[in-house]
């Protein structure tokens, strides 16, 4: 079976191949390869690269592989330019510019991993490429020759020729000079010299032997092939003397240099001419002049002429420029390309457009025009886009610089309420997405898990509850059983008008709520959810939502609640929120319908992922979003397959510009913020229980509170560290408790969690520890795991051999190296370096915080350089929750649940019966919420 791969960058900036789906087969960024390009590509990314440019790998790519190709291939191009005389000298290529690089990684069409891409990234691989060029040039008896020759026929060095064409200002009448020259060394050894083409004639003829001169014009035989100026030239023979052309002559061989090149001839012509973007006046379109305080339906102004590196022709100069037939025309002292009917074809069908919108054009429109995407079909003929010039206005321009580098650029009042410091990244996060809801732009905070989003759009609802920032700060505690605060509520929803709406994962109520409590006791939040309000109180709501909840500035509530509960769209909401929000990836799903029909003043998208890794999620994320902007999902699939190769990558690289406004996107690794980051970063994930687990887990409470009736001493502390121990076994899995093989995922809600957690690191290519004092969990959950992964992990428990431990820390170090690894406490609690791992997961907790720290210090110590994420699993409603809080709240209670010097045995035998029954009871509405 041949499996599909895509491409990706690694988090160092890499390359490697990676299993692809069938939705990224759908969308055109993964296919299945052939296998010598899989298998060059496990040897080193240059050797893949260079093995995809080869003829033996001629046919289409997936677009992200597309690119990487196009980029190797822009390397051998220099290369062959470099040493196009021949010799024994190595001459490297100089890599692109700055410049130059910045836009190469500005037309990459989505992949996985392209956050980590930079102007460095390029430059490694550019050097990669050229060492790798240089081994194998050096295995081989014909050097460099022989190995170019090896990847295409057509790439020749020794006795190559040369095309040149240049100016020649002295004749008006033929103002371009051609000549055609080959490569040729008097003496074995000597430095090789250009030598005019009709020397190899004259030799030829002069031996009587046509075999050599045959062997050297076959690139020109090519050439000829691509290009009817040169088989003119050739047929004649007028190719081996010095020829004058004019205008209409050198447009042809300047319009025809790529497939010049591509035949095995080098090419010399004046650097203005650039064969991807040749100089040409074009069509301007500016889009956006006029400023906006809020975008409507139609917002955006139109302005349309002809310009000339973005400054306005003269009327003289439209003139001659319509009048030229010759493809080209002298104009402000340089060449530049016409085409005087593509030109005014564009000229009017801009002008038609902007006509029909007198009042203005649709910002989502507007997007996508200077994104080059045509999804809608909204757009004038693509024909004519290579005359075109469509840039934003003066207010558009700064707007848009706004959304997409907000650093600094965005100011807004410090809010006295909110009782934290952010952090600067975190400060510019607020600012953005303020001033994007305040454009009415639907946006998406896709911050790396561990930046703090939550805090960031906590205070964006204190800035909106308090414009001002620095009014009196209130004595409101956080509602959680929707009880009425009297006068301080009559303030609040005097200064909003309407309450925002939060919908979320079950796991994550916990920390939004401990997180209002903490940092924005001012803002009154109620959590519409069955574990925090009775029945009667949710039928309330559901009566009469708008005045039941008119005192509120933040509802919470889950996916699975708002899939049923219909009032939730008849409140017209001031924010819509998703915080975890690939929930509704899957724009088919009645869960996802359902939230799209919820009104709201502005919407926010809350994810730790790239959003645009997989383009069919990506369309059902905006059309919530902002919805429109990549039109129909037919309409977007149909966009994004296009037939030809090239035209893919275009299109899909016009989509990463069209959402690039929307989306802001901070990572751990970004320089500015590393300073700001902790190095550790806990995270407490709030896990449900199973009707299965709830189920063993009373009738283990049951029983321990019969034989509490009876037992004492001794008896009665065994009986509780026994039942103790089968509680955080049922809050693992019933399997574990019940000693049985089958651990099914759907029994525990951990596992659900874990698989959350799992899939983020997936997109982000991050590895991950996870802990566990069950050695006999191990291998459950490297199972699943693996299955999740769709690679093997490692497992390290006691009965792995003292020879092996090594083995695996050094097989999971490696940058490819599994994605997990699971550790029993006891046996990798100490001694490992594992600092490839960006992630720690305490699958059940120790309770005892100097073990459960000694366990994370396998990630967290000496040569990590990127903050270790540390997420500890808690049962909700469970015992687990209980002890979790009594650490939270003072972590120095430490020494009274345990015994002496920190011994994991805990002190809770100590409590009398009613105390510990209470202590170890289950909440059933949290547990099962």
Same mark, same amino acid.
């Given at each position: 079976?041949?499996?599909?791969?895509?491409?990706?960058?690694?988090?160092?900036?890499?390359?490697?191949?990676?299993?692809?789906?069938?939705?990224?087969?759908?969308?055109?960024?993964?296919?299945?390869?052939?296998?010598?390009?899989? %298998?060059?590509?496990? =040897?080193? !990314?240059? $050797?893949? +690269?260079?093995?995809?440019? &080869? /003829?033996?790998?001629? *046919?289409?790519? @997936?677009?992200?592989?597309?690119?990487?190709?196009?980029?190797?291939?822009?390397?051998?191009?220099?290369?062959?330019?470099?040493?196009?005389?021949?010799?024994?000298?190595?001459?490297?290529?100089?890599?692109?510019?700055?410049?130059?690089?910045?836009?190469?990684?500005?037309?990459?069409?989505?992949?996985?991993?392209?956050?980590?891409?930079?102007?460095?990234?390029?430059?490694?691989?550019?050097?990669?490429?050229?060492?790798?060029?240089?081994?194998?040039?050096?295995?081989?008896?014909?050097?460099?020759?022989?190995?170019?020759?090896?990847?295409?026929?057509?790439?020749?060095?020794?006795?190559?020729?040369?095309?040149?064409?240049?100016?020649? %200002?002295?004749?008006? =009448?033929? !103002?371009? $000079?051609? +000549?055609?020259?080959?490569? &040729? /060394?008097?003496?074995? *050894?000597?430095? @090789?010299?250009?030598?005019?083409?009709?020397?190899?004639?004259?030799?030829?003829?002069?031996?009587?032997?046509?075999?050599?001169?045959?062997?050297?014009?076959?690139?020109?035989?090519?050439?000829?092939?691509?290009?009817?100026?040169?088989?003119?030239?050739?047929?004649?023979?007028?190719?081996?003397?010095?020829?004058?052309?004019?205008?209409?002559?050198?447009?042809?061989?300047?319009?025809?240099?790529?497939?010049?090149?591509?035949?095995?001839?080098?090419?010399?012509?004046?650097?203005?001419?650039?064969?991807?973007?040749?100089?040409?006046?074009?069509?301007?379109?500016?889009?956006?002049?006029?400023?906006?305080?809020?975008?409507?339906?139609?917002?955006?102004?139109?302005?349309?002429?002809?310009?000339?590196?973005?400054?306005?022709? &003269?009327?003289?100069?439209?003139?001659?420029?319509?009048?030229?037939?010759?493809?080209?025309?002298?104009?402000?002292?340089?060449?530049?390309?016409?085409?005087?009917?593509?030109?005014?074809?564009?000229?009017?069908?801009?002008?038609?457009?902007?006509?029909?919108?007198?009042?203005?054009?649709?910002?989502?429109?507007?997007?996508?025009?200077?994104?080059?995407?045509?999804?809608?079909?909204?757009?004038?003929?693509?024909?004519?886009?290579?005359?075109?010039?469509?840039?934003?206005?003066?207010?558009?321009?700064?707007?848009?610089?706004?959304?997409?580098?907000?650093?600094?650029?965005?100011?807004?009042?410090?809010?006295?309420?909110?009782?934290?410091?952010?952090?600067?990244?975190?400060?510019?996060?607020?600012?953005?997405?303020?001033?994007?809801?305040?454009?009415?732009?639907?946006?998406?905070?896709?911050?790396?898990?561990?930046?703090?989003?939550?805090?960031?759009?906590?205070?964006?609802?204190?800035?909106?509850?308090?414009?001002?920032?620095?009014?009196?700060?209130?004595?409101?505690?956080?509602?959680?059983?929707?009880?009425?605060?009297?006068?301080?509520?009559?303030?609040?929803?005097?200064?909003?008008?309407?309450?925002?709406?939060?919908?979320?994962?079950?796991?994550?109520?916990?920390?939004?709520?401990?997180?209002?409590?903490?940092?924005?006791?001012?803002?009154?939040?109620?959590?519409?959810?069955?574990?925090?309000?009775?029945?009667?109180?949710?039928?309330?709501?559901?009566?009469?939502?708008?005045?039941?909840?008119?005192?509120?500035?933040?509802?919470?509530?889950?996916?699975?609640?708002?899939?049923?509960?219909?009032?939730?769209?008849?409140?017209?909401?001031?924010?819509?929120?998703?915080?975890?929000?690939?929930?509704?990836?899957?724009?088919?799903?009645?869960?996802?319908?359902?939230?799209?029909?919820?009104?709201?003043?502005?919407?926010?998208?809350?994810?730790?992922?790239?959003?645009?890794?997989?383009?069919?999620?990506?369309?059902?994320?905006?059309?919530?979003?902002?919805?429109?902007?990549?039109?129909?999902?037919?309409?977007?699939?149909?966009?994004?397959?296009?037939?030809?190769?090239?035209?893919?990558?275009?299109?899909?690289?016009?989509?990463?510009?069209?959402?690039?406004?929307?989306?802001?996107?901070?990572?751990?690794?970004?320089?500015?913020?590393?300073?700001?980051?902790?190095?550790?970063?806990?995270?407490?994930?709030?896990?449900?229980?199973?009707?299965?687990?709830?189920?063993?887990?009373?009738?283990?409470?049951?029983?321990?509170?019969?034989?509490?009736?009876?037992?004492?001493?001794?008896?009665?502390?065994?009986?509780?560290?026994?039942?103790?121990?089968?509680?955080?076994?049922?809050?693992?899995?019933?399997?574990?408790?019940?000693?049985?093989?089958?651990?099914?995922?759907?029994?525990?809600?951990?596992?659900?969690?874990?698989?959350?957690?799992?899939?983020?690191?997936?997109?982000?290519?991050?590895?991950?520890?996870?802990?566990?004092?069950?050695?006999?969990?191990?291998?459950?959950?490297?199972?699943?795991?693996?299955?999740?992964?769709?690679?093997?992990?490692?497992?390290?428990?006691?009965?792995?051999?003292?020879?092996?431990?090594?083995?695996?820390?050094?097989?999971?170090?490696?940058?490819?190296?599994?994605?997990?690894?699971?550790?029993?406490?006891?046996?990798?609690?100490?001694?490992?370096?594992?600092?490839?791992?960006?992630?720690?997961?305490?699958?059940?907790?120790?309770?005892?915080?100097?073990?459960?720290?000694?366990?994370?210090?396998?990630?967290?110590?000496?040569?990590?350089?990127?903050?270790?994420?540390?997420?500890?699993?808690?049962?909700?409603?469970?015992?687990?929750?209980?002890?979790?809080?009594?650490?939270?709240?003072?972590?120095?209670?430490?020494?009274?649940?345990?015994?002496?010097?920190?011994?994991?045995?805990?002190?809770?035998?100590?409590?009398?019966?009613?105390?510990?029954?209470?202590?170890?009871?289950?909440?059933?509405?949290?547990?099962?919420?």
């Amino acid at each position: 079976m041949t499996l599909a791969h895509r491409i990706a960058v690694t988090p160092l900036g890499h390359l490697h191949l990676v299993a692809g789906t069938d939705e990224d087969v759908a969308y055109g960024v993964a296919a299945e390869l052939p296998v010598k390009l899989v %298998k060059t590509f496990k =040897e080193s !990314p240059a $050797a893949g +690269l260079s093995y995809s440019v &080869s /003829s033996r790998a001629d *046919g289409p790519l @997936p677009a992200p592989l597309q690119f990487w190709r196009a980029f190797a291939n822009r390397y051998f191009t220099a290369l062959r330019r470099s040493n196009s005389t021949g010799g024994g000298d190595w001459r490297s290529p100089e890599p692109p510019d700055a410049a130059t690089l910045k836009e190469i990684l500005a037309e990459a069409p989505p992949m996985l991993g392209l956050e980590y891409a930079s102007p460095e990234t390029l430059v490694e691989l550019w050097d990669l490429l050229d060492e790798h060029t240089s081994v194998q040039a050096k295995r081989r008896k014909g050097g460099l020759a022989a190995y170019l020759h090896s990847l295409r026929p057509e790439w020749n060095l020794h006795g190559r020729v040369t095309f040149h064409l240049a100016e020649n %200002k002295k004749n008006p =009448e033929r !103002p371009f $000079a051609f +000549l055609a020259t080959y490569t &040729s /060394s008097e003496t074995t *050894g000597a430095t @090789p010299r250009h030598v005019p083409l009709s020397e190899a004639l004259k030799a030829s003829i002069s031996s009587g032997n046509s075999e050599q001169l045959d062997a050297l014009l076959t690139p020109v035989s090519r050439a000829a092939e691509a290009c009817p100026a040169i088989a003119k030239l050739l047929d004649s023979k007028a190719l081996f003397s010095p020829q004058a052309w004019g205008i209409s002559q050198a447009f042809e061989f300047f319009s025809s240099v790529p497939q010049i090149e591509d035949s095995g001839v080098i090419v010399r012509i004046p650097d203005w001419w650039n064969a991807s973007r040749p100089p040409r006046p074009q069509v301007t379109v500016r889009v956006g002049s006029k400023q906006q305080a809020r975008l409507g339906s139609e917002s955006l102004d139109l302005d349309v002429g002809i310009t000339l590196d973005g400054q306005p022709l &003269s009327d003289d100069e439209l003139e001659q420029l319509m009048a030229a037939r010759e493809g080209m025309t002298l104009l402000r002292g340089k060449w530049v390309q016409v085409d005087a009917d593509h030109l005014q074809s564009a000229l009017q069908q801009w002008k038609d457009l902007r006509d029909a919108h007198a009042s203005g054009i649709g910002f989502l429109e507007g997007m996508r025009l200077l994104a080059g995407a045509a999804i809608t079909g909204d757009d004038v003929d693509e024909s004519v886009q290579p005359w075109t010039r469509i840039e934003a206005g003066d207010w558009l321009r700064e707007t848009l610089g706004k959304l997409r580098s907000p650093n600094g650029k965005v100011e807004i009042t410090e809010n006295s309420h909110l009782r934290a410091t952010l952090r600067p990244y975190q400060s510019d996060g607020v600012a953005w997405l303020y001033f994007a809801t305040q454009l009415g732009l639907g946006v998406c905070l896709a911050d790396d898990m561990g930046l703090g989003k939550t805090i960031q759009v906590i205070s964006l609802l204190l800035h909106l509850k308090y414009p001002g920032g620095s009014e009196t700060r209130g004595t409101a505690k956080t509602q959680r059983q929707g009880k009425t605060k009297g006068a301080s509520k009559v303030a609040a929803k005097a200064q909003q008008s309407r309450p925002s709406l939060l919908i979320l994962p079950t796991s994550l109520l916990g920390n939004w709520q401990r997180e209002v409590e903490r940092f924005a006791p001012d803002l009154n939040m109620l959590v519409a959810h069955r574990s925090n309000l009775d029945a009667d109180t949710l039928k309330r709501i559901a009566a009469n939502p708008t005045a039941e909840l008119a005192p509120y500035d933040l509802v919470a509530t889950t996916y699975g609640l708002a899939r049923r509960q219909k009032w939730l769209t008849e409140i017209d909401w001031n924010l819509v929120i998703l915080d975890e929000a690939q929930a509704i990836k899957n724009s088919g799903a009645a869960q996802t319908k359902a939230i799209k029909k919820i009104p709201g003043r502005g919407r926010i998208l809350l994810s730790g992922t790239p959003v645009e890794n997989h383009l069919g999620d990506l369309w059902s994320l905006f059309d919530f979003c902002a919805p429109g902007l990549l039109g129909t999902a037919a309409a977007f699939k149909r966009f994004v397959n296009a037939k030809d190769e090239d035209a893919r990558a275009q299109r899909l690289a016009s989509v990463r510009k069209l959402i690039q406004p929307y989306v802001l996107r901070r990572m751990k690794t970004d320089p500015q913020i590393v300073p700001d980051l902790p190095q550790k970063t806990e995270m407490r994930v709030d896990c449900g229980l199973t009707r299965v687990q709830t189920t063993l887990y009373k009738a283990v409470t049951d029983d321990l509170k019969d034989s509490l009736e009876v037992a004492s001493g001794i008896q009665r502390r065994g009986m509780v560290l026994g039942a103790l121990m089968q509680l955080k076994q049922i809050c693992n899995h019933p399997a574990l408790h019940l000693k049985q093989s089958d651990f099914s995922p759907d029994d525990s809600g951990k596992f659900s969690e874990l698989r959350t957690i799992a899939e983020t690191l997936i997109e982000k290519q991050e590895k991950m520890l996870v802990f566990t004092q069950f050695q006999s969990m191990c291998g459950p959950l490297a199972d699943y795991l693996s299955g999740i992964f769709e690679r093997e992990g490692l497992v390290l428990t006691g009965k792995t051999a003292t020879k092996k431990r090594s083995q695996l820390v050094n097989e999971f170090q490696a940058e490819t190296g599994p994605p997990f690894f699971v550790i029993s406490v006891k046996a990798g609690g100490t001694g490992l370096n594992l600092t490839a791992a960006s992630h720690v997961v305490h699958f059940d907790r120790w309770w005892n915080p100097a073990v459960e720290d000694q366990a994370t210090d396998r990630a967290f110590r000496i040569g990590q350089r990127r903050n270790v994420l540390v997420h500890k699993f808690v049962c909700r409603g469970s015992l687990e929750e209980k002890i979790d809080d009594m650490i939270r709240d003072k972590k120095a209670l430490s020494r009274e649940l345990f015994g002496a010097q920190g011994k994991d045995e805990m002190q809770l035998t100590e409590m009398n019966d009613a105390q510990l029954l209470d202590f170890v009871s289950l909440d059933l509405n949290k547990a099962t919420a």
